[in-house]
């Protein structure tokens, strides 16, 4: 038997009808066609199969075995298509399914919280999940099609996506110490730890900021997380390369920056998206919201 994408859906729709009305002239009325068509489509669905699909006599026409399964099969799919197109239709008129967000923790954490208190209680209906990486593993996911949207830090150009800007951000070196302890902001660098994430391209240029400028760190002091750096600028550690967004967040005791002059580096956060992803209303609500709502917060 050939294989089923073989089988076209006008052919068995014209077998069901034949086989509900028990009539070829019958089964043409009912689909606004020819019987000569009905009885073409018939037989090319039998020549595929090779086998009878129904019996013929002088006053009436049944299915034969092989032609029972077939449309018990055909109704099947044509019950799972129209549940299909239903649920499509759903999704373009009301927000409603899954969307996969895909962002760095830092965005997530530091300015996605209030967006998504608002955009659950705004779309129940929508199951928002976010995915959390670096930006490059954002970016990689959503390019694979394994994530729908991306908040993506310095994105790149990709002939697949869509680029559009959200905010600026800078990243810099903020401390916690009492100001005369760090009144000459190179010479601090000489006697107190820098700390941040190695695995940040912001980190990687500040640090070759510094060598350039000679003012190298004496006391480095790589770490895992933005919050594990924030957490240790807090305690008075030592200076952290930070985001401002994760600087500023929720802190009762007010970091304050070396930079300037020190070097810092300025971000850019998009929201991106492939161009063939289905523009279905969740996915446009989702969207939507997130151009309102995090260009204010951010």
């Known amino acids: 038997m050939n294989q089923p994408t073989d089988l076209d859906l006008p052919a068995l729709a014209a077998l069901l009808a034949v086989i509900d009305s028990g009539s070829f002239t019958r089964a043409a009325r009912a689909l606004g066609v020819s019987q000569p068509s009905v009885s073409l489509a018939i037989r090319r669905l039998e020549e595929r199969v090779g086998t009878p699909l129904v019996v013929r006599t002088r006053k009436h026409v049944t299915a034969s075995r092989p032609g029972e399964t077939l449309a018990a099969g055909a109704r099947l799919a044509f019950e799972a298509l129209g549940t299909s197109i239903s649920r499509m239709a759903d999704e373009q008129s009301e927000p409603a399914g899954r969307v996969v967000l895909g962002c760095h923790e830092s965005l997530a954490a530091y300015a996605l919280s209030a967006f998504m208190a608002w955009f659950l209680r705004a779309y129940p209906k929508v199951e928002l999940r976010l995915w ?28 697949d996506t869509v680029v559009t800007p959200l905010f600026e951000d800078t990243v810099e070196l903020f401390h916690c110490f ?4 760090v009144a000459d902001p190179a010479a601090a660098l000489a006697s107190i730890p820098l700390i941040y994430v190695p695995e940040l391209l912001q980190s990687q240029e500040i640090l070759r900021q510094l060598a350039k400028r000679r003012l190298p760190p004496s006391r480095p002091l790589p770490c895992s997380s933005l919050e594990l750096v924030k957490s240790l600028v807090l305690d008075r550690v030592g200076v952290g390369i930070l985001p401002r967004r994760v600087a500023e967040h929720r802190t009762a005791r007010k970091l304050r920056s070396l930079s300037p002059p020190l070097p810092l580096f300025r971000d850019r956060v998009a929201l991106v998206r492939r161009y063939d992803v289905p523009r279905t209303a969740a996915i446009r609500a989702v969207i939507d919201s997130l151009l309102a709502r995090v260009r204010v917060e951010g």
């Open 132 to 159: 959390n990486g670096t930006s490059r593993r954002v970016h990689d996911e959503l390019v694979d099609g394994r994530v729908d949207l991306g908040l993506i830090v310095n994105p790149g150009k990709h002939p």
């Open 178 to 181: 009492p100001p005369d302890r």
